[in-house]
């Protein structure tokens, strides 16, 4: 067990009480709560970033790791989408349709990449994958803040819209890119 892999399950824990705390919280968007879900999911953010950094500076690349570190970062990300779905105020903005289009899109590239992965295709992650990763990140922090803290002024509820639409546009154009770079690289093979 590399040190990466132990902070990825770190992450994966930390990911587990935030939503709990999401999950308690509810439609009330007790602020108390709220607070430490938003410290807690930037703790398993920056908790990503080190479990990189030092898989890729230590050689500590491991199979589980590749598959892992993924996965808590889907689990994170489409989890959050899911319970703002029931948490005032962020309900009002976000909306069912928008949940599933980040979730497909998760789904979607998993697929891609276990099929190039048994074709001995190397699918490495993009740019715009990265960029998705980011920016979803950013949002899901800004949106757990904002409901936290300053849903009640209408210039916030307008950035946090904005916010929200953008995420769904950069999730949505990496994953039609994932299709696009898989046509190339299968193009000719039997999959």
């Known amino acids: ?3 990466a892999n132990k ?19 509810g439609r009330e968007a007790d602020w108390r709560l709220l607070y430490t879900a938003f410290f807690l999911f930037l703790a398993a953010v920056v908790g990503d970033g080190l479990d990189g950094y030092y898989a890729r500076k ?6 589980f790791g590749r598959i892992a570190d993924p996965f808590v970062d889907k689990i994170m990300i489409c989890g ?9 105020p962020l309900g009002e903005i976000v909306t069912a349709w928008m949940v599933m289009i980040i979730i497909a899109r998760e ?13 001995g ?4 992650v993009s740019g715009w994958g990265k960029t998705k990763m980011i920016v979803q990140s950013f949002v899901v922090a800004t949106a757990v803040f904002y409901a936290a803290w300053v849903h009640h002024l209408a ?7 904005i916010l929200i639409w953008i995420t769904i546009a950069v999730t949505a154009i990496s994953g039609l890119l994932y299709v696009l770079e898989s046509k190339r690289l299968f193009a000719g093979k039997k999959v």
């Open 107 to 119: 789904f979607l590239v998993t697929a891609i990449r276990s099929v190039a992965e048994a074709q």
């Open 80 to 88: 959050s989408f899911v319970f703002f779905l029931d948490i005032q």
């Open 7 to 25: 902070i990825t399950l770190g992450r994966f824990a930390i990911t587990i009480v935030y939503f709990v705390l999401l999950g308690i919280c």
């Open 1 to 3: 067990m590399t040190l």
């Open 58 to 63: 230590y050689h500590q690349e491991t199979n």
């Open 121 to 124: 295709i190397p699918l490495a």
């Open 155 to 161: 210039w916030a509820r307008v950035v946090m819209t």
